[in-house]
């Protein structure tokens, strides 16, 4: 690991459950040695990524300007913007959007319905990995080694029952979770793709009633249909001429 990437490692150690932390707690979480940690504490803090906080620190204002940089300049922000909305106007459902890095699927929109369903999982949370509608409609379309990886860390279910779970999921093209993250609400979920490789998902948002009412083949269709539409707009110029994919099962 580089020395750059050992100082922004320190950022993971803050979380809902440890806000703040002093630089004694941080140098012994990752096992630096005094100066090291008290010279990379320094420069986050220089940087506006840290903030001296009551008990020690937390994290910075720097982290809150990236952000609004973000929701007005992320390209899949913005080429998927107008999609996204015209897919709640014509479901009627809350629409939300993940992207995936490393080993976390974030919430990166959560665009509300004319319901205004309220969701545990807004903006910037991490989603469980292997539970909910938009984690799975991902996992089910990286490589088998990746899955694997991810499997061993995060997942006490025997592999097999959930590779058997994913390859469903893709060949359908999509994923249903009956209140897997809130109760009474469900998300059905497909992915999406950048450079051919699955970058996000994005997820209709819907009470149990309204599932139980929808007709549901229609609801998937439009679903899936904005979700190549994402798909396509984050293509290079010379890819995205070319005809649009059809998620296999669909």
């Known amino acids: 690991m580089s020395s750059l990437a050992r100082m922004l490692s320190i950022l993971d150690l803050f979380g809902a459950e440890s806000p703040v932390l002093s630089a004694d707690e941080i140098i012994a979480r990752r096992k630096y040695s005094r100066p090291t940690g008290y010279r990379y504490v320094r420069e986050l803090v220089a940087a506006g990524l840290l903030v001296r906080a009551p008990g020690g620190y937390s994290l910075g204002p720097r982290i809150i300007e990236l952000d609004w940089l973000i929701r007005r300049h992320d390209p899949v922000l913005t080429k998927s913007r107008e999609i996204v909305r015209e897919l709640v106007a014509a479901t009627g459902c809350g629409v939300t959007q993940m992207g995936i890095y490393g080993d976390r ?83 059905l979920a497909a992915p999406v793709f950048r450079d051919r490789t699955v970058a996000g998902s994005v997820c209709l948002v819907m009470t149990r009633t309204r599932y139980d009412t929808a007709n549901v083949p229609l609801l998937v269709g439009r679903l899936t249909d904005a979700a190549s539409r994402i798909s396509d707009a984050l293509e290079p110029a010379a890819q995205s001429a070319r005809p649009r994919r059809r998620i296999a099962g669909l």
């Open 105 to 187: 699927i974030v919430t990166i929109h959560h665009e509300r319905g004319p319901e205004g369903l309220e969701i545990s999982f807004d903006r910037g949370r991490p989603m469980p990995l292997f539970r909910g509608a938009p984690s799975k409609a991902i996992l089910a379309f990286l490589p088998r080694a990746r899955l694997e990886r991810l499997h061993a860390r995060h997942e006490k279910r025997r592999f097999s029952a959930v590779y058997e779970e994913l390859q469903g999921i893709r060949k359908a093209g999509y994923a249903v979770s009956l209140g897997e993250l809130d109760a009474d609400k469900v998300g």
